[in-house]
Structures are given as C-alpha cells and as structure tokens.
C-alpha cells in the first residue's frame, strides 16, 4: 500500500529545511548589496545572485504544493478524525486565498485611485503618500493571514502527533503568530516615517537608503520565522518518524489486510495482530484511529 501521508509529510520536511537555508541565503545578499553606491554593476550582481534563489524559491513551493496534495490523498489512512481534519484544513486553504487574492486586489485599488495625487512637478521631493494605505492594510492582515497558515498546519498534523508533537505544534503556531503581530508593529511604526519623508527621486540611492528600516523589520522577521520553522520541522518530523518507526501504522484495505494481516511492534520487535492498540509482549501502546 502506498503511503501517501509519509511521502508527504517528507517533501514538507524538505521544503521546510530548504527554506530557512533560502531565507538565510538572501538576507545575506541582501546586506552585502552596496546601498550608497549604486551602478550597473553590483545590481547586476545582485540580481545575478537573487535568481537561482528565487528557483529554489519555486522548487520549494512545488515541494510544499505536492507534499499537501499527498497528505490530503491519505488522509483516509489513519482514521476518521484525522481525514476530518485535513478537510478543514483544505477548507481553510480555501478562506485563506481568497482573503488574500481579496487584499491584493483591495490594495492595488487603492494604490491606482490615490496615484493622481503624485506631484510629478516637483524637482525636490517625491511623496509615497500614494502607497502609504495599501502598506498599512498589507501589514495589517498579516497576522490574518498567520493565523489562518497556522491553523491549517494544526489541523494538518494534529492527529499524527503524539504529546510532545501536540506541543511543539502549538508552540510553532503561537510562534508564527507572535512573529507576524511584532512585524506588523514594526512595519505600521515605520511606514510613518516613511511616508513622511521628502526624498530626491533623482538619487536612487538616497532612496533607497531611506528604507533601511526594513532592515530593523527584516531581522525581527528572520529570527521569529526562523524559530517558527524550526519547530514546524520538529512537528513533521516527529509523525513522519512514528510512521516510519512502525508506532503509526496506515489503515489497509481488505486486501491488503489479507495479505499483510500482522505487523511488527517498534519497540520489541515481536510479531502482533495489525488491528492491536497494545502489544501484548511489551505492552507497548499504539494510537487510536477512533
């Protein structure tokens, strides 16, 4: 029988792992880019090594993508609850990009409407005013957005875990959360700032210089997601290895119960019924798909 929920939960693990190497990657490039000094060829530099980033980028979301989908195709593999779960969570997927296709659009609209009100006769001063309200609403729907990410891990994972994967899992989400209310409080105290601002447009760099605050945002942002997928890691891999080990077993068709009707215990290593929920040698608890 293949095991759908295993093979996914090990292309999360993966893309999970990848990412936070990613992350690294380019926070690093990004404070090594001369930001006062400006020509064509550090950004080219730059932009040279951004792109192979922003592939790894788009492998580990197909990684993620496809490790969903498996999960979703097993989840009849471990008991009722647990399928009912990762439905929820399928249904959350579903909130969570329309609330998010539902701002993108919002913030666009706004940011076109208020775009005349631009003084491009200005030799002196370029204003960003015109942006200032669909940054606010972009940072103010982050820990929206959080929550919902976070609750589809939770319903995703919750019936595999154990008791310590229940609480790195919960750990994780109150992590993701708390990341995304201080980086939405450090962005909304510095878009003022910003906006305040009377910057040359003629000098890119002196531009660009005015957004170092999104460094302070960034580290803030690098240190919280970074414990957040650590623990995420932790909490996959802790099913992935029960599934593995043998302590979590996948429901069989008749078929294949007729084929394979007994399974070896993890801990003993001793032959036992498929169905039993206790070893009868060791006395070695299993899990309940009830």
């Not at 093979?7 to 990613?22: F, K, R």
């Not at 913030?107 to 942006?131: C, H, K, N, P, R």
């Not at 790195?168 to 959360?177: D, P, T």
């Not at 078929?255 to 040698?281: D, G, T, Y």
Request: charged share 10%; aromatic share 12%; hydrophobic share 45%.
């Amino acid at each position: 029988m293949k095991n759908y929920t295993k093979n996914g939960l090990l292309l999360l693990l993966i893309s999970q792992i990848i990412s936070i190497i990613s992350t690294f990657l380019i926070y690093s490039i990004f404070y090594s880019f001369d930001i006062e000094n400006i020509t064509t060829e550090n950004v080219s530099s730059f932009i040279f090594m951004i792109l192979p980033l922003a592939t790894i980028g788009s492998i580990v979301g197909i990684l993620g993508l496809v490790g969903a989908i498996l999960i979703y195709v097993g989840r009849k593999e471990f008991g009722e609850k647990h399928r009912k779960f990762v439905t929820y969570a399928l249904i959350l997927v579903v909130i969570s990009i329309i609330v998010q296709v539902g701002i993108v659009l919002i913030s666009i609209f706004m940011s076109v409407s208020s775009f005349g009100q631009i003084d491009f006769t200005s030799e002196t001063s370029f204003s960003l005013a015109y942006l200032g309200d669909s940054m606010r609403i972009t940072y103010m729907v982050t820990p929206i957005a959080a929550i919902l990410s976070g609750l589809i891990w939770v319903f995703g994972l919750y019936q595999l875990e154990d008791k310590t994967g229940r609480l790195i899992l919960f750990a994780a989400y109150a992590s993701l959360i708390v990341t995304s209310i201080v980086t939405t409080f450090y962005g909304l105290l510095n878009i003022e700032e910003i906006l305040a601002m009377e910057i040359d447009y003629s000098s890119s760099s002196q531009l660009l210089s005015n957004y170092q605050w999104i460094g302070q945002t960034a580290i803030v942002s690098l240190i919280g997601n970074t414990l957040t997928g650590i623990l995420f890691i932790i909490a996959l891999y802790i099913p992935y290895n029960r599934i593995r080990s043998g302590e979590l077993t996948p429901m069989q068709s008749d078929l294949h119960q007729e084929v394979s009707s007994r399974r070896k215990c993890p801990q003993c290593n001793n032959e036992i019924p498929f169905n039993a929920e206790i070893c009868p040698h060791c006395g070695k608890i299993f899990e309940s798909y009830l």
